[in-house]
């Protein structure tokens, strides 16, 4: 868009079922009455039309299967106020939205048919754990040298439901054949940025976005985060690697997830920022008084002193919350171009 | 042997330079005259006479590099009493190992090339990070149907050093390629286990071994380990998910290691026995008065009411004391046929 800049609205949680009949959780007393999954999409308008997004991506728990009646309906009704703007959208699943009509599978079917969506079902020819794996890129500048090229990567992962392997409780995770995935991908786009003509000094950054967090968010402190922690982080039980896989790829400044409806946090672990969005849905566990929101990401491209748009320069981040003004808080720098990671290695005598 | 039992001395850390001129470290101060490499070379011989073990597995800093004025001479040195005694042995490398005369790969080359020895430099045909990365397979009773079937797997793994993702510090860890050869080969044992005739109704137990604590070490408290933690867990900062590779896998029942010397606890999380062996040599850091040890695991076939030898029936383990009566201590079963896992879900309402 003008200025060189891609705007990202991230919706985490919506949790809607039924519409109308569906009533609001964790509200205040004075707000339950009439409050209902309505709430929810009146959220998204407001919020869509307040900060005019570029994409919109849903990161699971769009819907909760289990109250609702008819799952494409009902995710149908939860997306539809992107659609009517006519804003593209991607989406994921969570460990909610197969619990109605639809399987996991059936659910990622269901949306990548919808209208406006850039959601895709898996890669092809490859065999991969999940539904809803995949990978966009966004295009430099029309006009420009990079117009061809991919300035920023993302990529999609389904961190599934719960484990499958009966010694582990607790929910899934990203499995093997995603990581296989995630590394193939980022290595062909890393290389292709930077070996294509007009080729590019550094890998174009790249976010990721799923919906489990992985345990990797419990490391922060609050002293060392921005937002708040006010429940525990429901990770899965053990450490697949996929931030390690992450690091050692080196493309992915920031993860954004949802599942803990009340964290909503930001905190930088090895060069990667750690995002919570902020529960979005009132049909969904919260705390009552403290707002739903959402979360935004805007990517802002280098411009050379002669005028010509290049790369990524700078990914801020900001919430939204659906109070009376649509407040904005939390605003911060995710990532700076030429601030990457930190030195130095911590021997000791083992 | 005699009475279907396999029996594996490990030995870690033996921190092995230039023999008599090699001072001890951490002993008590009446221990400190004379006391040197030998000493830890009389260990070695006085334990593999006490318990005459099937196999005796190195499982890295078995020399300590950067003390040794020849690197091969001193692994010669320190695996000496081995040979002498016609044992077959296998071994990995840590840490240290490298830091003299020869490079991780030249010290791997050099062991490989050893007399008697059972290790391998790393899989043929295959590009994988590290070396010393391979598996051994026991076959079953000789005269038996298992003659020709492994009934207990062996892998032996390369942990790395130090990272070297500068975003990172501290040491390395097991990566992406090892882990999918863990996978490929872990999953073909097992299903030629199952598959080939005798098939047998469940997988072969499978032992790992390799140098640095997976983060995972981390999990236990004093109340539900055997053994000592007298010092931190110096695993990598970050978690590369071969813990959650072993698991999916599900024939690993334990993992040994070394690299923390005074650590020498078996904890259980999630079906699998994380143990370290404790600090074996002189020339390394240990607690003075606090004995150096070696860890066995004794491997038990299961016999039919006819006789006839069948698969692993149990696993079990102990350490050694170089003290004056070679004490046993913290004998334990780390595993038996049918005790596998435990079931349930934790789900909470995220």
Known sequence: REGGMFKVLQVADMHYADGRSTACEDVLPEQVAGC??????????????????????FTGDN?????????????????????????????GIGNHDQEGTLSREGVMQHLVGMKNTLSRFNPEGVEIDGFGNYNLEVGGVEGTLLANKSVLNMYFLDSGDYSTVPSIPGY????????????????????????????????????????????EFSSFTA???????????????????????MVEAGDVKAA?????????????LTGIQLCYAGGFGYHAYGKAGWSRRARVVSVQLEKTESGEWQGVKSIKTWKRLDDQHLTTIDSEVLWNRGSNGRGGKDHDRS
């Open 36 to 57: 209902s999954d309505l709430n929810t999409t009146a959220f998204l308008y407001r919020v869509l039309r307040a900060e005019d997004p570029d994409l919109v991506v």
């Open 63 to 91: 819907i909760y299967g289990a109250d609702s009646t008819d799952a494409a309906k009902s995710m149908d009704a939860a997306i539809a106020p992107a659609i009517a703007m006519n804003l593209p959208w991607a989406a």
């Open 172 to 215: 899934g995770w990203i499995k093997a054949s995603q990581e296989a995935w995630f590394r193939k991908t980022s290595s062909s786009l890393q290389k292709n940025y930077t070996s294509q003509q007009p080729s590019q000094k550094e890998p174009a950054p790249a976010l990721a976005y799923f919906h489990i967090p992985l345990p």
């Open 223 to 245: 002293s060392n985060f921005t937002g708040v922690k006010q429940e525990g982080i429901s990770s899965p039980s053990i450490n697949s690697g996929f931030f390690t896989t």
């Open 256 to 268: 954004f997830i949802g599942h803990d409806h009340i964290n909503d946090f930001c905190g930088k």
